[in-house]
């Protein structure tokens, strides 16, 4: 008789008993009646390399990154693909038949599926997006803005050079604001994101003025912890349509489910009860 392994994947970071990942990917791995697990590891920096060389020899076929890791995957990957370089970052890892460590990034995947269910009017041609931030999120998103044909991207940082890094990088669609001038961008924009940690618990609260944010302007976060961040709340008084970031963890972890575990994973009301639980 003849015994196949049981897939193993999960999630590194430092820390990690935070991440929502490992209840989503069980509630999938049961819904969807697969053999598999999935586990949370905290791994430090130093032991990176080491970790990812030895968990294929455990039967591990993958693994989701999370922070601190995420820039360091990929000067240890064989294989990296094309939008994990230009957004710098990866978080997702697939340990391949042939042996190799492939890198890729589903954050931008994630991003739209999102904003596509939590906002299926919103086109993207339509006009131009105004983004808080520039750190890896920020990176993703504004790729994936891009590649969605969104004419201009309108980004403001605490700290400049860091968001001028991001306009050299992506490009002249991309458009620089003073962080004192953040509210003056929201005018004009059709779709408004949070990459930042603003907001987030145990965070500092966003201080930009949001008046200029207009009636029927999507307005998303990236933060899930609360899951209406008072810049949510906010943007919905003034009558936006309103998308929480819990979506996006739930879609930007389905690539990896299917390739790992060999299905297709559906995010929907019971996804969303699972990774809140």
């Not at 791995?29 to 968990?55: F, N, Q, S």
């Not at 299926?120 to 997006?129: E, F, N």
């Not at 980004?155 to 050299?168: G, M, P, Q, Y």
Request: proline share 6%; charged share 20%.
């Amino acid at each position: 008789m003849t015994q196949t392994k049981i897939p193993l994947a999960g999630v590194i970071g430092a820390p990690i008993a935070h991440s929502k990942s490992p209840q989503l990917q069980h509630h999938w791995l049961k819904a969807l009646g697969l053999k598999g697990h999935y586990i949370p590891m905290h791994v430090e920096p130093e032991d990176l390399e080491k970790v990812l060389r030895t968990l294929p020899q455990m039967g591990f076929v993958g693994v989701n990154v999370t922070i601190p890791h995420k820039e360091a995957v990929l000067q240890l990957a064989d294989m990296v693909t094309d939008r994990a370089t230009l957004i710098g970052a990866a978080n997702t890892i697939i340990f391949r038949k042939d042996g190799k460590i492939q890198a890729d990034n589903t954050d931008g995947y994630g991003f739209i599926e999102n904003l596509k269910t939590g906002a299926p009017d919103w086109v993207p041609q339509s006009g131009p997006a105004a983004i808080i931030g520039a750190g890896g999120a920020s990176r993703a998103v504004v790729a994936s803005l891009l590649d969605a044909g969104v004419p201009e991207i309108m980004l403001t940082n605490r700290t400049r050079v860091r968001a001028d890094r991001v306009a050299s990088d992506f490009g002249n669609r991309v458009q620089v604001y003073d962080w004192v001038q953040a509210g003056n961008m929201l005018d004009d924009a059709v779709l408004t994101v949070n990459t930042s940690s603003l907001g987030m618990i145990g965070k500092p609260e966003m201080r930009i003025p949001l008046d200029g944010l207009r009636r029927g302007t999507v307005v998303t976060d990236l933060v899930y912890t609360p899951l209406k961040t008072r810049f949510l709340a906010t943007a919905e008084d003034q009558g936006c349509v309103v998308v929480d970031g819990l979506g996006m963890l739930l879609h930007q972890a389905v690539p990896g489910f299917e390739r790992w575990f060999g299905q297709r994973p559906v995010v929907d009301s019971a996804a969303r009860a699972a990774a809140l639980r």
